[in-house]
C-alpha cells in the first residue's frame, strides 16, 4: 500500500522560508505513470493546488504561487520537496503531499499524506 | 481560473435518506476531468469519483457521480453514519487545477 508522509517545521517566521519533505514508500517514486503533488488547505482559501513534479524533475506550479515556490524530487530517497519563500501570514495552513496521476484522464490525486500544519508567525 | 461552486453549503440529513450534493464550474470541464473527495475531521481528503462518475478503488456502489460540462452531481444513495463528513469537487483538466469550497453533510 502506498504510503506518503509530510515532515518539517511546523512554525515558520514571515519572510523566511517553508521547507518541507514528504516521503514515498509501498510504491516507487520513479514510475513514469505519476507525478508527486503539494495541495494546501487553509481556512481562508480552501484546497489550493501548489504544484506537482516528476521524477525526471520536470515541475509545474500554480500561476499564483509560482514566483515563491520550488518543488524538487531526490529519487535515491524516495522524497519529495517543497520550498515556499517569502512567507506571510496568509501560507499558514496545513500541507498536504499527494500522488498524482498522468495527465490527462488520471491527473487526479488518488493516495494522500496526512498533512501537516505549518503557521507562519513570529 | 476555473471557479467551482458548490451547494448546498451545509445538507443536513438523516441515514438512510439520499443525499444530492452540487458541484458548478465557470466555464466547461474539459473531458469531465472532475473529482470527487470526502474529508473527515483530522484527515486527509479521500478520492470517491474521478472522471465526473468512476468510483475510486474500494468505494461503495451507493456513491455515484455523474453530469458534464458544467454542472456535476454526486450522490449518496443511501445514508451511513460514517458518510457524514465535508464533500469537495476538484477539476483537474485545466491548470490551474481547482477545488470547490466544500459541501459539510451533517446529520440531521
Known amino acids: 500500500q502506498l504510503q506518503l508522509q509530510e515532515s518539517g517545521p511546523g512554525l515558520v517566521k514571515p519572510s523566511e522560508t517553508l521547507s518541507l519533505t514528504c516521503s514515498v514508500s509501498?510504491?516507487?517514486?520513479?514510475?513514469?505513470?505519476?507525478?508527486w503533488g503539494w495541495i494546501r488547505q487553509s481556512p481562508g482559501k480552501g484546497l489550493e493546488w501548489i504544484g506537482h513534479?516528476?521524477?525526471?524533475?520536470?515541475?509545474y506550479y500554480n500561476p499564483s504561487l509560482k514566483s515563491r515556490v520550488t518543488i524538487s524530487v531526490d529519487t535515491s530517497h524516495s522524497q519529495f520537496s517543497l520550498r515556499l519563500s517569502p512567507v506571510t501570514a496568509a501560507d499558514t495552513a496545513v500541507y498536504y503531499c499527494a500522488r498524482r496521476g498522468p495527465y490527462g484522464s488520471g491527473s487526479y490525486f488518488d493516495y494522500w499524506g496526512r498533512g501537516t500544519l505549518v503557521t507562519v508567525s513570529s | 481560473e476555473i471557479v467551482l461552486t458548490q451547494s448546498p453549503g451545509t445538507l443536513s440529513l438523516s441515514p438512510g435518506e439520499r443525499a444530492t450534493l452540487s458541484c458548478r464550474a465557470s466555464q466547461s470541464v474539459s473531458s469531465s476531468f472532475l473529482a470527487w473527495y470526502q474529508q473527515k475531521p483530522g484527515q486527509a481528503p479521500r478520492l470517491l469519483i474521478y472522471g465526473a462518475s468512476s468510483r475510486a478503488t474500494g468505494i461503495p456502489d451507493r456513491f455515484s457521480g455523474s453530469g458534464s460540462g458544467t454542472d456535476f452531481t454526486l450522490t449518496i444513495s443511501r445514508l451511513e453514519p460514517e458518510d457524514f463528513a465535508v464533500y469537495y469537487c476538484?477539476?483537474?483538466?485545466?491548470?490551474?487545477?481547482?477545488f470547490g469550497q466544500g459541501t459539510n453533510l451533517e446529520i440531521k
Open positions: 513534479i516528476h521524477y525526471t524533475g520536470s515541475a
Open positions: 476538484q477539476q483537474y483538466g485545466t491548470s490551474p487545477y481547482t
Open positions: 509501498g510504491g516507487s517514486i520513479s514510475s513514469s505513470s505519476y507525478y
